[in-house]
């Protein structure tokens, strides 16, 4: 029987690579997006284009009544979770002092409000079951900070406490509870600071290379697979050495 994994802003990038790599290895995937239905859907067929299993959701992780519903609908369809990949999030390159309030609430809805109330939903699943695996993507710049990224490096710091705290609530119900911080990823989100940010970023890591949404999504797999049964609480650094 396959397992069940939901990956939230799983229409391109990142999210994308975590489904198609979860539906290479024999999981069911739900692909969730917001508002670019038709990438979710071209996620969906090119997985059920090399035979495996996919529907898109469309949910705003932000919004409580919209992630319930999501929830409602994969448990009247499936039954229940058994992993959830909380990767949806944007960036916002910024100076703290020219960042509004609306920056602010925007940000940290989507990237912090948005672990939680997709966590909360997954949990009542997954307590009742008495076994799951949840893995939030966060950041180098959570670990570091980030000059131009406060309010991002903020929100994936949040990401990083909220993973820990999870992890030490839900060990006894067979939950674990673990982070990827993901170093520079080439993404669709950082190609838009252009080509040059690529070749000087790349200075300043150890491996001389750019990391690839591959690369986050192996470490995914690796964090709920049995072999990290052992795992929890536990920040995966994935960043070509940035960060030693």
């Keep these: 029987m396959k397992k069940i994994a939901l990956i939230t802003g799983a229409s391109r990038g990142i999210g994308a690579q975590i489904a198609k790599t979860f539906a290479q290895n024999n999981y069911t995937v739900i692909i969730n997006y917001n508002s670019s239905q038709k990438l979710a859907e071209n996620v969906v067929a090119e997985i059920i284009g090399f035979g495996g299993e996919a529907l898109a959701i469309k949910a705003d992780v932000a919004n409580k009544n919209e992630v319930e519903k999501m929830f409602q609908t994969i448990i009247k369809i499936f039954g229940h979770l058994d992993v959830l990949v909380n990767n949806a999030g944007i960036s916002l390159n910024k100076l703290l002092i020219d960042c509004e309030e609306e920056d602010f609430d925007k940000i940290i809805s989507i990237n912090?409000?948005?672990?939680?109330?997709?966590?909360?939903?997954?949990?009542?699943?997954?307590?009742?079951?008495?076994?799951?695996?949840?893995?939030?993507?966060?950041?180098?710049?959570?670990?570091?900070?980030?000059?131009n990224e406060a309010l991002y490096s903020a929100s994936k710091a949040g990401v990083i406490g909220l993973t820990k705290a999870m992890a030490k609530e839900y060990a006894l119900c067979n939950i674990r509870v673990n982070a990827v911080s993901a170093g520079v990823i080439k993404t669709q989100m950082n190609d838009e600071y252009g080509e040059n940010f690529y070749e000087e970023i790349k200075q300043q890591i150890p491996t001389e290379k750019i990391g690839c949404p591959q690369d986050v999504a192996d470490a995914v797999l690796f964090l709920v697979s049995k072999q990290a049964n052992y795992i929890t609480g536990q920040i995966l650094n994935v960043n070509g050495g940035i960060l030693i």
């Design 112 to 147: 912090l409000k948005g672990t939680f109330l997709a966590s909360k939903y997954a949990l009542k699943s997954m307590i009742s079951q008495q076994s799951g695996c949840i893995v939030n993507i966060s950041s180098f710049w959570g670990q570091t900070g980030g000059a």
